[in-house]
Structure formats: C-alpha cells, structure tokens
C-alpha cells in the first residue's frame, strides 16, 4: 500500500470483469483476459488471448508478447461491478510474467477521465480497508545489534572483517522460540518461492524453512537490493508441488547477511564465491486454507511421516 499510489482491490474470476487491449485498431497486438485486481492506477489481467490485430492471427501467449513499457492506444474495462458497463483508459505494460494461475500482465494506467476515476476509486473503497490514520503502537524490542547490521558468515562465502561488516550470527535458542508462534519445518533442495519488492521481481528464492505464520529466504546480493524490514512482497507464491498453490500475504520481519558496499557496486567480487542474503518473511492475514495446508504439512513432517 506504501508503495503505489492507490490501493489495489482484487477481484474474484466469477465476477466476469474482463479488459482488453490494443496497441493500435489497424496493427500490432490485441490481448483480452481476466482482471485479477485493479486501482485507479492500474491493473493485473490473466492473460487468455492475444492475436495480431491487421490478421486476426492467434497468437501464442509468451513473455515476449510485448515488452515493458509498450503503450496501448485502448484498454477496456468491462463488468468490473458497481462501474460503467465499458470504461477506456489507456496506458502501458509494466510486466508480462509467468505465474502457477497463467500468464500474467501488469498494466500502468494513464490518468483517466473524471467519470472513470471516480467510478475506480469507489469501487476500490468498497473492497479495501481504509488507510490507518495513525502509525501503530511502538512495540519494544530485546536490546542487541539489529539484524541488518549483521554481516555473512563463512557459509555465506567471507567471514565478514574485509569489507567492515559483521559476521552472520543466529539468534539465541530461547530468544528464537519466544519469536515463533508456530513450529518451523527446515526444508531441503528444491523448494522456492517467487514474489516482486517494489519493482524488482524475484522469480526464484530459496526456501530454507516454513511455518504456518512465515518463512526465511535465501537470495543473491544482487537482489537483496529491494528487500528491507517491513517491505510487503507482492504476488508471493510457493514453489513446491507438495506446498499450497495462490498468493499469499507477506512483509519482510528481518534481514541478515546483506552487504552495502556490493549492493553499491552491482557487480559480484569475482575473487570469492557468490554470496547470499538472508529474509526472514511473515505471512500476514494468509488465507485459513492455505495456513492450514502449510501447518499441516510441517507437522507430518516434524513427525517424520
């Protein structure tokens, strides 16, 4: 919510709302799909169809459809409720990206007319809880260094003293049960999660263990730019068979390992290995359904089954 600049309302498949987009009326390409949610700025569309609009040729859907950036001349909006029957924008991709529910795109809108502003922006309303007027109690925390502060360890690919910043070091045992709410499964190879911070987009973390409230990440340097305490990762999914499909509600609760002075640069120090930041993430508000499929699935683990 923080970071765009109205909030954004989902929208369930059954209500119908669909939107279509031409990048011309005599040339280039045409997309319809689904709205899965939509602001007065802007919208997230399951793509179901693209054709070459001089040919009316079906074309196969890719990344590569069109490129970020690219301006549609028309967007329409139809049956999104409680709005005009077909509103028109017009506006730009952001991103066209694969996702376990399809292909994805996201879409920037140019300021809209009156009529279709006002028509959003009650609609949004209706559907998102109202933006706190006041930040939330100060809540006290066990005095010691903060985890951003904390530098790799040896497994992490350096010891820290080069570069000025500290080892990566564990919380104390009792300190980390008094942390947990629910018991924390330490998982294996394969096990990934994709989300976006900001505008970066991270299409595969490693997945180093799983609770029913939260998880903890492992990423790249170079992606660790965006990632930061209480940063809300949008589109979060889990990327395991085994593990709940759907996006799930999450905010960065801690950092570990990063490094400013790569994170500067942009380039990796060939002269040690790749090294890697920790996240710890918090599930906030996930649905009781998926809550209950990862509990589940952590304590037949724990139990060995």
Not at 54 to 72: A, D, H, I, P, W
């Amino acid at each position: 919510m923080e970071r765009r600049a109205a909030p954004r309302a989902r929208l369930n498949p059954k209500e119908g709302a669909t939107l279509t987009a031409l990048q011309d009326l005599l040339q280039g390409v045409g997309i319809t799909g689904v709205v899965e949610n939509l602001s007065g700025g802007g919208a997230k569309v399951r793509v179901e169809k693209a054709m070459a609009v001089g040919t009316e040729k079906r074309l196969v859907l890719g990344t590569s459809l069109v490129r970020s950036g690219q301006k549609f001349l028309m967007l329409k909006l139809n049956k999104v409720p409680r709005c005009p029957a077909a509103m028109e924008p017009r506006g730009q991709a952001v991103y066209l990206v694969h996702e376990p529910g399809g292909l994805m795109m996201g879409l920037r809108f140019d300021p809209p007319a009156p009529a279709v502003a006002a028509a959003l922006r009650t609609f949004v309303a209706q559907r998102c809880k109202p933006i706190p007027a006041r930040l939330p109690a100060r809540i006290r925390r066990r005095p010691g260094p903060a985890p951003e502060e904390a530098g790799p360890g040896p497994e992490q690919g350096g010891t820290g003293a080069e570069d000025g910043t500290q080892p990566l070091t564990a919380w104390p045992a009792a300190d980390s049960a008094e942390r947990r709410h629910h018991p924390r499964l330490s998982l294996g190879p394969g096990f990934q999660a994709r989300f976006m911070a900001g505008d970066l987009l991270v299409p595969e973390a490693d997945l180093l263990d799983l609770s029913a409230g939260g998880c903890c990440l492992r990423l790249p340097l170079e992606r660790c730019r965006e990632i930061r305490r209480g940063v809300d990762l949008e589109e979060f999914h889990l990327l395991h068979p085994d593990l709940p499909k759907g996006v799930l509600p999450a905010r960065v609760s801690w950092v570990l390992g990063r490094n400013p002075g790569a994170l500067e640069t942009g380039r990796p120090d060939p002269g040690r290995p790749e090294r890697y930041c920790l996240a710890g993430v918090e599930f906030t508000g996930s649905p009781d359904r998926a809550a209950r499929a990862i509990a589940a699935y952590v304590a037949r683990n724990l139990k060995g089954g």
